[in-house]
């Protein structure tokens, strides 16, 4: 029979229960004990948590609980570190020290929190990019797309954040701007980096990085290493299609340059109307997406410092829009007439 617990007193291996509770906002029914090969039920709630105990051994929910049953007897579910919380967990400590504005102005505080989010989303953006190209190289359409859509959502995330800063009005902005002194946009070592997977090979970034820094030595190895546009070719060579030897071993530290016999493979994969087809097709929605944020900002400069110099010395808008219509997948876009 199974042990009756007090409600207040769980046994300590149903801290796994707990822990899962926290994560998910649900309410303690079942707890669970690990022992030897098998789950032991506590009774909670009357006859709720026999029901849902029994749920454990088969069915659906069986299955669900199988990884938790093998952490358990393998050791890997245990109650150490019962000082971990929420706070611990995310640095939250850290986290929130870490803005620190110059002025006493309101709104200066909203510009150091909606930039230090971007850098989170590009730290995001940079991982699963890492990971995209991982999927594509092994020909792997399903998790290709799944990490896809998980990029596309996060640039709409992107995009979303130039609202926030749009409620910033000049004279707000004004209010502290001299007191950036020479920092700049420009010199977001993670978004050159993000710029590099995505192709561009553009040495002049290098200006904004002092030699033998950390992050010039970054994005110097993000230029050295293959592209998506690189990976997504070896990608395509993986469902057959016969993409040109010059492509694949091209020198990566050079930018690409749109070919014509590239473009025929790329017509051929849309021809099939089948995987490769849908990935294409997603890696022109992120080139749009890109685009779409690289608009939104230049937007949102102007309409905060009209065509003043920029911070830190940088052209300001009349820089910004010759980027937006920078493409990663130029080739996508040009069989677009062809089709």
Not at 3 to 8: F, L
Not at 26 to 50: E, L, N, Q
Not at 183 to 189: I, W
Not at 262 to 270: F, G, S
Request: net charge negative; glycine share 8%; charged share 25%.
């Amino acid at each position: 029979m199974a042990a009756v617990e007090p409600v207040g007193s769980p046994p300590p291996a149903s801290r796994l229960v707990g822990a899962l509770d926290c994560l998910f906002h649900v309410p303690p029914i079942v707890s669970v004990r690990c022992s030897s090969h098998r789950f032991g039920r506590h009774r909670r709630f009357g006859g709720r948590a026999d029901r849902a105990g029994r749920l454990l051994d088969d069915g659906a929910v069986g299955r669900l609980w199988r990884p938790f049953r093998s952490l358990c007897d393998s050791g890997g579910v245990t109650d150490q570190h019962p000082s971990l919380t929420y706070s611990s967990y995310l640095a939250l400590d850290d986290l929130l020290a870490a803005q620190h504005p110059r002025s006493d102005e309101h709104d200066e505080l909203l510009f150091i929190v909606i930039h230090q989010v971007y850098e989170l989303w590009f730290k995001q953006l940079l991982h699963e990019i890492g990971g995209l190209q991982v999927h594509l190289e092994a020909g792997d359409t399903p998790h290709a797309l799944h990490t896809l859509r998980r990029v596309l959502t996060i640039l709409k995330v992107i995009v979303a954040q130039v609202d926030v800063l749009e409620t910033m009005t000049p004279r707000e902005f004004t209010s502290f701007r001299g007191r950036l002194d020479a920092s700049s946009g420009f010199q977001s070592e993670q978004f050159r980096e993000l710029e590099a997977a995505l192709g561009r090979r553009d040495r002049r970034v290098f200006e904004h990085y002092p030699e033998g820094t950390p992050g010039r030595d970054r994005i110097a190895a993000a230029m050295a290493r293959p592209s998506l546009l690189d990976s997504f070719l070896r990608y395509l060579r993986t469902q057959g299609y016969d993409v040109p030897a010059a492509a694949l071993e091209r020198d990566l530290t050079a930018p690409w340059e749109p070919s014509e016999d590239v473009q025929r493979v790329l017509l051929a994969a849309y021809g099939d109307d089948a995987g490769a087809a849908q990935v294409a097709e997603r890696l022109v929605d992120l080139d749009e997406g890109l685009q779409e944020w690289r608009y939104r900002h230049v937007k949102m400069v102007e309409r905060t410092i009209g065509a003043k110099m920029g911070t830190g010395g940088s052209a300001g808008a009349s820089y910004l829009w010759t980027t937006v219509t920078r493409s990663a997948f130029p080739d996508l876009w040009a069989i677009r007439s062809q089709m």
